[in-house]
């Protein structure tokens, strides 16, 4: 306990005492605010020159040789690492070998100084470190040892000398192939590890000293201190800084850099090669910068970047953007200026150009086909008109008395007839649907009646196919606002779906009730069922669900569809329940407000 209370206070371990606290503060600096290639490493040199500088306050305090003896002994585990994590901090830095033969790595950082610790805490028995020539000198009232090294040291110091003269070697090879913005840095680092050798080449050859002391750490320590200090602010070694530096250059999109004047302050390459010689010098105004140079010297009066369309120049398309550049001094007029990235959407702006075109060439080609079958419609069903009053007044014994055979061709083609008219008007309908010129005129309609009046109008056709149409429930006591000619097709399609897909004998079950805030009618059928998943074909276009009944009734697929987009026009919504096998119930909701 001697060696750590009986010391003698003095200038030199006051100044080791002082680079402990400033190397100290640097290590947490770095740990917590900083990121580069090497940081590990980099911490590790820290750590052990915080255990050597340590040591040395001690060793200058104390009074006896025993004392200063032992703190030179202690001190030899830093004195181990620090040279082989600095040769590794190096290597990273340099060659970006940081991921690589960890294992070597550690035993190395464990291995070495924990066996030449060993060494040094036998010393007393052994005298490998230090022999038996050691002895304590004082000299103008200072006390200092002399060493008598012994094999051992001059063993380890060699092995230490290779660490930092492979440092040295890869730092000069890095210097050699570095861009030159980075050989100045390249160049402190490799000073700061040829000092601390040549401070202890010089102490070991020629008994060097300071104040009779070991010069190494002292210069290992101020060396440290200057590249920390490189490392707070020098953005050589921050990553996040070369990154941003990286996407600067690197960018094809311009960069230009201008100061809180709208002078010019800088560009990257891409800007260079687009604007050529049309960039003003540095510290010139930005005005004459061909399009751009009135907008940016708008954007410097008022800082609103207004560009509303992009800016065409040589034949490429940009869109600027500013971002502010701050001062780090925070004042009342922190802007220091703007960076202004150009971004090249020529691609994109032509792509666009090509979709407008195809889009407007696509409603053009709609709209003419929508126009030729509106005509075509109308011309068709001009004569369809006329064919079926004539079949209807041949029927009707009009022209005479038909035999069966005639009459029941006449038939055949009076139904056909009305299934050409059907399909006309369902392509006449979807066309405006689709181009939306189709009008609704909305009247109050009382809901019971209607629905009564829609069964009491399918009642012939469900006749006809042997079905029953009955109402379960026709008196919801509401007032309906619709459409009720587009409504009665809806309603109207829906019913005569049920008719067409239920048995001979069965019945489809008609209701109007109140649900929630809508009105709902619902058609029940008992036909074979809708199997899951079919939506889209039951209301898709030109879609029919396979079965029987269709095949043997006909039809275009378009009834379903329109129905659906009928009655989506008027706020509502149509849907159905199904069981395959039971049969299906659709329920059409119109909105009561």
Excluded at 227 to 244: C, E, F, H, K, P
Excluded at 320 to 332: C, G, H, W, Y
Aim: net charge neutral; aromatic share 8%; glycine share 10%.
């Amino acid at each position: 306990m001697t060696c750590l209370t009986n010391l003698a206070l003095a200038a030199p371990s006051a100044v080791a005492a002082l680079l402990w606290v400033i190397c100290a503060a640097i290590l947490i600096w770095v740990i917590r605010h900083h990121r580069f290639a090497g940081k590990t490493a980099f911490v590790l040199t820290l750590s052990a020159m915080l255990w050597w500088l340590f040591t040395v306050v001690f060793d200058i305090g104390a009074r006896s040789e025993a004392c200063k003896v032992g703190w030179s002994l202690v001190a030899w585990p830093g004195i181990t690492l620090l040279p082989i994590a600095w040769a590794f901090f190096v290597y990273d830095y340099t060659l970006n070998t940081q991921e690589k033969r960890q294992l070597v790595r550690r035993l190395l950082y464990l291995g070495l100084p924990c066996l030449v610790g060993l060494i040094a805490l036998t010393n007393g028995r052994t005298q490998l470190l230090y022999g038996t020539g050691t002895r304590l000198v004082t000299e103008g009232g200072r006390a200092y040892v002399i060493f008598d090294h012994g094999p051992l040291f001059y063993t380890v110091a060699a092995g230490l000398y290779i660490f930092v003269l492979s440092a040295l070697g890869v730092l000069a090879y890095a210097f050699l192939k570095a861009k030159k913005s980075i050989r100045p840095f390249l160049g402190v680092l490799i000073l700061i590890t040829a000092a601390p050798l040549s401070a202890n080449l010089a102490y070991i050859g020629w008994g060097v000293t300071i104040y009779g002391f070991d010069p190494t750490p002292f210069m290992f320590a101020v060396a440290l201190i200057a590249l920390s200090w490189l490392i707070v602010n020098n953005t050589m070694m921050d990553t996040a800084a070369q990154g941003r530096s990286v996407l600067f250059y690197a960018t094809q999109d311009p960069v230009i850099l201008m100061d809180a004047g709208g002078r010019f302050v800088g560009a990257n390459s891409a800007a260079k090669a687009t604007f050529g010689k049309s960039l003003p010098r540095e510290g010139e105004p930005l005005d004459r910068l061909g399009l751009i140079g009135p907008v940016l010297a708008g954007f410097a009066e008022t800082g609103e970047l207004k560009c509303d369309d992009p800016i065409r120049y040589m034949g490429r398309v940009f869109d600027p953007r500013a971002l502010p550049i701050e001062s780090p001094v925070q004042t009342k007029g922190n802007l220091l200026g703007w960076v202004v990235s150009l971004v090249d959407i020529t691609e994109r702006e032509r792509s666009a150009e090509a979709l407008r075109e195809a889009l407007a060439n696509a409603e053009a080609a709609n709209q003419a086909k929508s126009q030729f079958m509106a005509m075509i419609s109308h011309e068709l069903r001009t004569p369809l008109t006329s064919v079926k009053g004539g079949l209807d007044l041949a029927l009707n014994g009009v022209v005479g008395e038909l035999g069966d055979p005639l009459k029941n061709v006449l038939t055949i083609a009076q139904r056909n007839s009305l299934r050409l008219i059907k399909l006309i008007d369902d392509v006449l309908d979807l066309q405006k649907l689709d181009l939306s010129t189709i009008t609704l005129e909305s009247e109050d309609l009382d809901a019971g009646g209607f629905l009564r009046d829609m069964v009491e109008e399918y009642d012939a056709y469900a006749d006809a196919s042997g079905v029953r149409i009955v109402i379960v429930s026709d008196d919801p006591g509401v007032t309906l606002r619709a459409d009720p000619y587009r409504l009665k097709q809806v309603v109207g399609n829906v019913i005569s779906n049920a008719v067409k897909f239920s048995a001979r004998g069965a019945q489809v079950e008609c209701a109007a009730g109140v649900v929630g805030s809508a009105l709902r009618f619902s058609i029940r059928d008992s036909g074979i069922g809708i199997p899951e998943g079919q939506e889209d074909r039951v209301f898709g276009r030109f879609n029919q669900i396979e079965s029987a009944a269709s095949h043997v009734s006909g039809g275009s697929g378009l009834g379903m569809h329109i129905a659906k987009l009928l009655i989506e026009r008027m706020g509502g919504a149509i849907s159905y329940e199904s069981r395959l096998g039971v049969g299906t119930t659709f329920h059409i909701d119109i909105p009561l407000s």
